[in-house]
């Protein structure tokens, strides 16, 4: 089984890149994120086309979260208690034994702006849903990017970027409240010295010049993180594919038993 996550910074301005992706991987269940799309213009068709049901909310700019499954599935959350405000940022689903989430924590803008306290609310209450709706016994993944890049190793330049927004103590310190309510970051399970990135800046070069973040995350309780056996940044698909301006974001996905 594989399962997926991709931020992938606008829905309809990337569907056939995400169809050839979707063919080319053919993962089981992928969360996806920044959707940029209202709900009556989800391509719910064209997805069904390439073989994927859709559990999704919609929402113009900044926003939207979405789980494709090869398989029927019931919608366990729809939206974060407590962060309506926030945008749709949040939805869970039920695959089979799984519990699948797709989460888009705010960015924050800035550590000055008035939105980084959003995020760390955001933060707060997603490790209280988890506390108060879900258990750490149940094989859970939540999936997604949080707009935190969490140790030294996720970043390009851990010196010049300490105090700076996705490097605060406080981002961090949320991040590992998350981990230690009963998370694993399975990526960093199966590679504890990579220092691969999620993210590049389409300015300057970045991804040529390998300038990232990893911000984007597979989380999983102890019973679905067992399970894993290979975890893999797809960089490929942030390259330039046969004509498609790709996301920002590379996706990412575990193969399980």
């Not at 064209?46 to 090869?70: C, M, R």
Request: a negative charge; hydrophobic letters at 40%; proline letters at 4%.
């Amino acid at each position: 089984m594989r399962i997926a996550t991709w931020n992938v910074n606008g829905l309809r301005a990337r569907l056939d890149l995400v169809r050839q992706w979707l063919a080319d991987r053919q993962p089981d269940c992928v969360a996806l994120q920044e959707l940029k799309t209202a709900a009556d213009q989800f391509p719910e068709r064209e997805l069904e086309e390439s073989g994927y049901s859709s559990y999704f909310l919609g929402q113009k700019a900044w926003n939207g979260v979405a789980v494709l499954t090869k398989t029927s599935a019931a919608v366990l959350a729809s939206g974060l208690p407590g962060m309506e405000g926030a945008g749709s940022r949040f939805l869970g689903v039920s695959v089979g034994d799984l519990r699948i989430f797709s989460a888009y924590c705010p960015n924050g803008k800035d550590i000055a702006h008035r939105d980084f306290a959003l995020k760390l609310r955001w933060l707060e209450r997603l490790r209280d849903f988890l506390e108060t709706s879900c258990s750490a016994a149940d094989p859970i993944f939540l999936c997604g990017d949080l707009n935190v890049a969490p140790a030294a190793l996720d970043t390009c330049d851990e010196a010049a970027s300490q105090g700076q927004l996705f490097h605060t103590s406080a981002e961090r310190q949320s991040f590992r409240d998350l981990l230690a309510w009963g998370l694993d970051d399975v990526f960093r399970a199966q590679h504890p010295q990579a220092r691969e990135f999620t993210w590049w800046d389409y300015r300057a070069g970045a991804f040529h010049r390998d300038i990232g973040l990893r911000i984007d995350f597979l989380l999983a309780t102890r019973p679905a993180s067992v399970r894993v056996r290979n975890v893999v940044i797809d960089r490929d698909y942030r390259k330039k594919k046969d004509g498609f301006t790709p996301s920002d974001h590379a996706p990412v996905f575990a193969d399980l038993e």
